[in-house]
C-alpha cells in the first residue's frame, strides 16, 4: 500500500536505501557489494538533487543512518490528560509543544520506555496505563522524512511530582485540548491529539493502528 502523504520521491529513496542497506548488511560477494553501494549512491544522488544537501554527506547519513537490517525506529509518547487538559513538553529545536517522548532505547520495554520519558522531560513519575495508538507516522500529517518512525503512544497516569520549568519559563504543561498552543508537528499534530483525547474519553475504545 502506497504512503499517503510522503512524496514519491521519497518512497522512492526509502525502497532503495533499504535494499541497498539490507544488502550490504548480508552480501558477501565483492560484486553485489558493488551493486549494493551503487543502488545507494542511487538514492543519495535523488535525495541531494531534491533537498539541494551535499552528495557526500548524504552518503555518509545513509551509511551511518543504521545498522543491520533496516526496520522502522520506534517514538514513544505519553498521554497525560488532567480534565479535559494535556500534558505538552517544549521542543526548543523546533519552537513547538509535544508530548513527552522520544526514541525506544535497548533493554526497555515500550511501557518502561516512556516511563523513563516523562520522568527525564517533565519530572514526574508516571504509569503507563493503556496503549491508545500505534501510527506509521508517514500515513500522517508530519512533515516527510527520510526515517520510517512507528509512534506508539500511551495513556500514562502521574503518580507524584512537579512538572518542570526552565529558566523560569514552563518546560512542561497542561494546555485545554480547544485551545492547544503551536505544535512541534514534526512530532505530534492537532488531529492526533484530539482523537487521542477522544479515547482517553472512551476506554472501551479498542487503540487506533494504521
Partial sequence: MADTDSPPWLQWVQTLQSIAHNGLTFATDRYDIERYERVREVAAAITSNRTGAQMPAVVEAFKTTDFGYITPK?????????????????????????????????????????????????????????????????????????????????ECNAKDGHVQGVGGEPRAAYFPIEELPQLSVDRITHRQLKRLHELHLDPTTPADFD
Avoid: M, N
Wanted: with cysteine; proline share 5%.
Fill in 74 to 154: 520506534v517514538d514513544v509518547r505519553g498521554a497525560i490528560f488532567h480534565g479535559d487538559k494535556v500534558l505538552l513538553v517544549w521542543e526548543p529545536q523546533e519552537c513547538g509543544w509535544a508530548l513527552p517522548g522520544g526514541w525506544a532505547e535497548l533493554h526497555e520495554t515500550p511501557a518502561e520506555a516512556i516511563v523513563r520519558e516523562v520522568r527525564e522531560e517533565c519530572g514526574i513519575q508516571v504509569r503507563a496505563s493503556r496503549l491508545l495508538a500505534v501510527w506509521d507516522k508517514s500515513r500522517h500529517e508530519h512533515p516527510a522524512s527520510l526515517l520510517r518512525v512507528y509512534k506508539v503512544i500511551f
